[in-house]
C-alpha cells in the first residue's frame, strides 16, 4: 500500500488549496479513505472521511462547509478541496486508509495559512 499526498503550500487567509492522494497497492474503490491533519503541539485529528462509493462523506466540525472530500475511484485518488483556510487550518495533512485490519499513511503534505 502506497498513500502519496500532493497540492500543500503557503495560502493567504480566506484562500483555497486543494490536496490530492494517490493511492495504490490495494482495490481502492473498496475502502474509505480519510484526511488527517496535525499542527504542531497537537495529536492528529481526522478532517474528513469518504466511503468507498463516495456518496457518504463526513467532516470534523471546524471544517465544515469550508472543506470538501472527494474521490475518483478510476484514478486511485482522494481530494481534499479546502476553501475559506483560516490560520487554524495550518498543519501537516496525512491521507490514510484501512486495509485488511492494518493502518497506512501517507508521508503528508504541509498546509501554511498566513499573510
Known amino acids: 500500500v502506497q498513500l502519496v499526498e500532493s497540492g500543500g503550500g503557503l495560502v493567504q487567509p480566506g484562500g483555497s488549496l486543494r490536496l490530492s492522494c494517490a493511492a495504490s497497492?490495494?482495490?481502492?474503490?473498496?475502502?474509505?479513505m480519510r484526511w488527517y491533519r496535525q499542527a504542531p503541539g497537537k495529536e492528529r485529528e481526522l478532517v474528513a472521511g469518504?466511503?468507498?462509493?463516495?456518496?457518504?462523506?463526513n467532516y470534523a466540525d471546524s471544517v465544515k462547509g469550508r472543506f470538501t472530500i472527494s474521490r475518483d475511484n478510476a484514478k486511485n485518488t482522494v481530494y481534499l478541496q479546502m476553501n475559506n483556510l483560516k490560520p487554524e487550518d495550518t498543519a501537516v495533512y496525512y491521507c490514510?486508509?484501512?486495509?485488511?485490519?492494518?493502518?497506512?499513511w501517507g508521508q503528508g503534505t504541509q498546509v501554511t495559512v498566513s499573510s
Open positions: 490514510n486508509a484501512r486495509v485488511f485490519g492494518d493502518t497506512y
Open positions: 497497492g490495494f482495490t481502492f474503490s473498496s475502502y474509505a
Open positions: 469518504i466511503f468507498r462509493a463516495g456518496g457518504v462523506t
